[in-house]
């Protein structure tokens, strides 16, 4: 099942939903002036704010995270275990491709997309992401992972290249090309076109005693302002599906997102400094195998619509 709908039946996003996250807390640290030209070397006095993030699993990972804070190009928030001594250098990072799957449970033609997307969830270079939309649920099965942003989210990359509607199953590769209903042939085409593209952005990663440092250095011009967004998703879900048009199947889900949050904005200039502290913030709101990975993502126009996906940094 492939179907159209307006987008004027589905509210637009909220922007700026990071800030219901945000806490002052603790002093005052130097950050970028927004109309600072030269990117993130000017500065200016604000508090620090502390950024809850989810919970993660103390077997599985090292205590998580609280607290982005942009401080004279350097952003921090926490994450890790104690990491070894400071290297010299920072040693390039691999830049997965992000393959955005939009389905439905209530969709009959989703569950070769979402298979596909199982296929995906294994591979070092590809970070596939499921994002369940609401559209259908008025067919007789209410999608249990669907969330009215994440139908936003698919409605904004449809305005972002002028379509007037929306469908599913519908996979958004690095947030430029798109296929419905595409065939393994095609997706791993369109994949191997992003894997092999001149990157934009490079990332480096490395251990030090505050935690794991991420610089992001832009390699040319980034037109524009950047999104650095916090994904949680969780890496399998099996669904029995009671009604509806996929009635009596059982459906595995992979890398289903559970929260897709704004935390920053880059001018994309000058390099961004990322620390990943050993803080831990617990959160009951998400499950204990939750996963993360920020999104560092080009925004289009002034209804800062998505574009193109620079990179996607696991953080587990």
């Known amino acids: 099942m492939v179907a159209w709908l307006e987008p004027g039946l589905l509210r637009k996003v909220a922007r700026g939903a990071a800030a219901a996250l945000v806490?002052?807390?603790?002093?005052?640290?130097?950050?970028?002036?927004?109309?600072?030209?030269s990117g993130l070397t000017e500065t200016a006095e604000v508090a620090e704010a502390p950024l809850i993030l989810a919970p993660d699993d103390a077997a599985r990972m090292a205590p998580s995270a609280s607290a982005l804070v942009e401080s004279g190009g350097v952003n921090s928030f926490a994450a890790m275990d104690a990491p070894p001594p400071v290297s010299e250098s920072l040693p390039s990072a691999s830049l997965p491709v992000v393959v955005e799957l939009f389905t439905s449970q209530g969709c009959s033609s989703c569950p070769p997309a979402d298979a596909m997307l199982?296929?995906?969830?294994?591979?070092?270079?590809?970070?596939?992401?499921?994002?369940?939309?609401?559209?259908?649920?008025?067919?007789?099965?209410?999608?249990?992972?669907?969330?009215?942003?994440?139908?936003?989210?698919q409605h904004d990359y449809a305005s972002a290249v002028g379509e007037r509607s929306v469908y599913t199953p519908q996979m958004i590769v690095d947030g430029q090309d798109?296929?419905?209903?595409?065939?393994?042939?095609?997706?791993?085409?369109?994949?191997?076109?992003?894997?092999?593209a001149p990157a934009l952005l490079s990332v480096q990663r490395e251990p030090t005693a505050e935690g794991e440092?991420?610089?992001?250095?832009?390699?040319?011009?980034?037109?524009?302002?950047?999104?650095?967004?916090?994904?949680?998703?969780?890496?399998?879900?099996?669904?029995?599906?009671?009604?509806?048009?996929?009635?009596?199947?059982?459906?595995?889900?992979?890398?289903?997102?559970?929260?897709?949050e704004h935390l920053s904005r880059w001018d994309g200039r000058a390099p961004l400094r990322l620390t990943v502290r050993a803080e831990h913030v617990a959160n009951a709101a998400f499950p204990k195998d939750t996963r993360h990975a920020l999104l560092v993502q080009r925004m289009r126009g002034e209804d800062d619509l998505p574009g193109q996906i620079l990179t996607a940094i696991r953080l587990d």
């Open 178 to 196: 798109t296929a419905v209903a595409p065939g393994p042939a095609q997706l791993m085409g369109l994949i191997d076109a992003h894997r092999y």
């Open 118 to 153: 199982t296929m995906l969830a294994g591979k070092e270079d590809v970070l596939p992401l499921s994002f369940h939309v609401d559209y259908w649920d008025y067919l007789g099965w209410a999608d249990s992972f669907a969330r009215p942003e994440f139908t936003d989210r």
């Open 213 to 260: 440092l991420i610089e992001l250095m832009p390699l040319s011009d980034l037109g524009g302002g950047v999104d650095i967004a916090l994904v949680r998703y969780a890496p399998k879900r099996e669904v029995r599906v009671k009604a509806g048009e996929n009635r009596g199947r059982v459906v595995t889900y992979s890398n289903v997102v559970l929260s897709l």
């Open 23 to 37: 806490v002052l807390a603790l002093g005052s640290v130097p950050v970028a002036a927004q109309d600072a030209p």
